[in-house]
């Protein structure tokens, strides 16, 4: 099995690499929603710059570029402490997994397919244990 690796996409590639994914709806509904779920999950999160990453299986998500942890608490129960990588794929496999239920169809699956890859991304991070609590 071939590992999964992420690359930075530089910031003069940042609008071509999302609207290759996801079109208009990653500013319009992916990215704020992102950003809004990160707010709901940690009290520590106050916005901020975000790196965002490709992933060499047709994944992406973003993160908070960040080098102090964030405390955060879920309604599933799970309360803990993330880096601030581990709550940017937290927080974009919750805005894929809701958004996969979007009545945007093509859209939809397109989030369906990313939060797949993004948590098989996931299986081999440092932090899998804490981001599988977090969204279970």
Known sequence: ??????RTIK?????????KLFGFHFPLHL??????TADRLSCDYKGGYWEF???NNGGFYMAPAEDKPFHISCENGFAGELSADALGITA?????S???FSDLLGFAYMCAEQY?????YTL???EAEEIMAAID
């Open 31 to 36: 990215e704020p929603l992102v950003y809004a």
């Open 98 to 100: 809701y958004l996969s």
């Open 116 to 120: 797949h890859r993004l948590r098989e």
């Open 53 to 55: 990453y490709a992933l």
């Open 92 to 96: 974009c496999l919750y805005a894929y």
């Open 1 to 6: 099995m071939t590992a999964i690796t992420r």
């Open 11 to 19: 910031d003069e590639d940042r609008v071509r690499h999302t609207d």
């Open 124 to 126: 081999d991070h440092s």
